[in-house]
């Protein structure tokens, strides 16, 4: 197993197309997609046909940059993932954050522990200057991650939520880290991995 990323207790590594189960069983379970599509299940045929070979698109168009399988030291487990790329209309020198965690990983701070390293990683080898996040308004536990990791409420806005069942919009919200803050945050309280 190659690994992309290390942490206190995660590795994060490319995903393969033998990911298929992992995913599989990830977006099966509704809470886990309730904040994605209002909890619908993602196909197995969408997994192997889209969602990996998209996932596995991204480490040959980008060096760093992608979706990272989370695998939990301790137990080996497939944790869920994270995602660190150009977002569609960045600008130079911008990525999105995101990730989607099984439900026995929640409250275990690993959502934190893995985007505070993608963050550091950004900044300190890969020239990033700025890390945006994005969730429902309704979505506390997401955007609590988002604060803990160091990133800040930038704006409110409603936007189509096209993978949702209740057609239409919804309240989301955008949160960004700027370089140049996150060291002026590492000055002043030390470095946090």
């Not at 950004?122 to 200057?129: K, M, S």
């Not at 803990?148 to 939520?161: M, Q, S």
Request: proline share 5%; no cysteine; aromatic share 12%.
């Amino acid at each position: 197993m190659e690994v992309f990323l290390e942490t206190q207790r995660l590795l994060l590594r490319r995903f393969s197309m033998a990911d298929a189960d992992n995913l599989v069983s990830l977006d099966a379970d509704p809470d886990v997609m309730r904040f994605v599509n209002g909890g619908i299940p993602t196909s197995r045929d969408e997994i192997e046909h889209e969602v990996l070979p998209a996932f596995l698109g991204y480490y040959e168009r980008y060096e760093g940059y992608g979706f990272w399988a989370v695998i939990e030291k301790a137990t080996g487990e497939f944790a869920g993932w994270f995602h660190f790329r150009p977002g569609k209309a960045a600008a130079p020198g911008e990525v999105e954050l995101g990730y989607r965690l099984r439900e026995p990983a929640w409250g275990r701070g690993y959502a934190t522990e893995g985007s505070r390293a993608l963050i550091r990683v950004g900044f300190t080898e890969f020239g990033v200057r700025r890390v945006t996040a994005e969730a429902m308004a309704v979505n506390t536990a997401s955007r609590r991650v988002m604060e803990k990791a160091g990133l800040r409420l930038v704006r409110t806005f409603r936007r189509p939520w096209p993978d949702s069942v209740n057609a239409g919009e919804i309240e989301a919200v955008e949160y960004a880290l700027d370089k140049t803050d996150w060291q002026q945050d590492r000055r002043r309280d030390g470095p946090v991995n």
